[in-house]
């Protein structure tokens, strides 16, 4: 069974900056593609970004182009979503999904595992 733990979440100010982290158990980690999503309240869940088994492939949605970065460390069974001039519209609780292919996708279909969620609050 696959387990992921997000972490880094918080209260921060407009044009602040955060790191999540996502931890994932098994061995098979860097087998697979992982994601980030987001939910905001009363919204859909949102593609925030994606990244290939080898890093080599990433994707962004249109809203945090230019200020996310999504990274990974194999060795550290952890994915990384580095999110830089924070938005009051970024507030969402993030959750880390493990892709069922090593490939990276913005498809929501794609993702398998999902962790419990991080809250990101961002005030104006």
């Known amino acids: 069974q696959v387990q992921l733990v997000e972490s880094g979440g918080g209260l921060v100010q407009a044009g602040d900056s955060l790191r999540l982290s996502c931890a994932a158990s098994?061995?098979?980690?860097?087998?697979?593609?992982m994601g980030w999503f987001r939910q905001a309240p009363g919204k859909e869940r949102e593609f925030v970004a994606a990244i290939s088994w080898s890093g080599g492939t990433r994707y962004y949605g249109d809203s945090v182009k230019g200020r996310f970065t999504i990274s990974r460390d194999n060795t550290k069974n952890t994915v990384y979503l580095q999110m830089n001039s924070l938005k009051p519209e970024d507030t969402a609780v993030y959750y880390c999904?493990?892709?069922?292919?090593?490939?990276?996708?913005?498809?929501?279909?794609?993702?398998?595992?999902w962790g419990q969620g991080t809250q990101v609050t961002v005030s104006s």
């Open positions: 098994g061995r098979t980690f860097s087998s697979y593609a």
């Open positions: 999904a493990r892709d069922e292919d090593s490939s990276a996708s913005v498809s929501f279909n794609r993702y398998r595992y």
